[in-house]
């Protein structure tokens, strides 16, 4: 983060989980030089809470039992993902910063429909007036980049055995190259057929995706006992399928919602 703000690179949101939202120093950090932030925290972590006896310390847990009710939860669609929309239930609760309510911080709450005991708790530092949904979308933007981390490693991201920093950064720099290659050729072909999909009946294949593409590249520049005709008409009987899951689920979810 250092670096980054020594280069003045632009950020919106800084979001992490609670292996980094659980460091007091790297909070007092983003909000001293001005960085909005979501970050996720140990249900132990104290806060300070405005109560109708005056303010108290107490825990995210503890503030989300006293002062959440449940006409407060909202359910937002935070991205569609491969079994269609997350759904979340998600509710905040303005906290208390050096004692002063300044109305830059808050408790966010994000709940799994299905299990409402499963809640993950939030420290928002964002500006005044900051609404819930571009608090959850903030941290709906966290997991492209945890999808393209996972791509990377299906590419060998985290497969280096080195003993040099030489060695590393070469391995890390091919790696990336041919990530942003297959990125750059799925978004080619999602270009080229949106104007299709408009003309075709469901069920059509899913757009190509970096796993695809990558396996389709496997088969064919190290083919098996297949020809070309094949293995394409593999990749498309095995989207159209996920299209049907895809949209079987959106359905369920929408309808459970």
């Keep these: 983060m250092e670096r980054l703000h020594q280069a003045q690179v632009s950020i919106d949101w800084v979001v992490a989980d609670s292996v980094y939202g659980n460091n007091l120093d790297l909070r007092t950090w983003l909000e001293d030089h001005g960085y909005w932030h979501v970050l996720a925290v140990a249900t132990t972590e104290q806060i300070g809470i405005m109560t109708p006896e005056g303010p108290q310390l107490m825990t995210v ?10 006409q407060d939860w909202q359910r937002l669609r935070v991205r569609t ?7 979340f239930d998600w ?13 830059r911080h808050w408790v966010l709450l994000r709940r799994i429909p299905s299990d409402p005991t499963e809640i993950t708790y939030y420290l928002v530092f ?3 007036g900051t609404t819930l949904e571009v608090m959850a979308g903030a941290i709906g933007a966290r997991w492209c980049i945890e999808e393209e981390f996972e791509n990377g490693k299906d590419l060998g991201l985290d497969h280096s055995e080195v003993r040099s920093f ?6 890390m720099t091919l790696v990336l190259l041919v990530l942003a290659m297959l990125t750059v050729m799925c978004a080619k072909e999602r270009l080229s057929s949106a104007a299709k999909e ?3 009946t469901p069920p059509f294949p899913l757009p190509l995706t970096v796993p695809e593409v990558r396996r389709l590249l496997g088969r064919l520049l190290f083919p098996l006992s297949r020809s070309t005709t094949a293995v394409l008409a593999w990749s498309w009987w095995r989207r159209c399928q996920q299209a049907r899951a895809s949209a079987s689920h ?3 979810r929408l309808n459970s919602s």
């Design 61 to 70: 847990k503890q503030a989300e039992r006293l002062l959440v009710k449940p």
């Design 166 to 171: 030489a060695g590393w950064f070469r391995h």
């Design 91 to 103: 509710a905040c609760v303005p906290i208390l910063h050096q004692w002063q309510d300044d109305k």
């Design 81 to 87: 993902g491969t079994k269609g929309p997350l759904l």
């Design 198 to 200: 408009s003309k075709q």
């Design 250 to 252: 959106a359905k369920r």
């Design 126 to 128: 964002g500006p005044a």
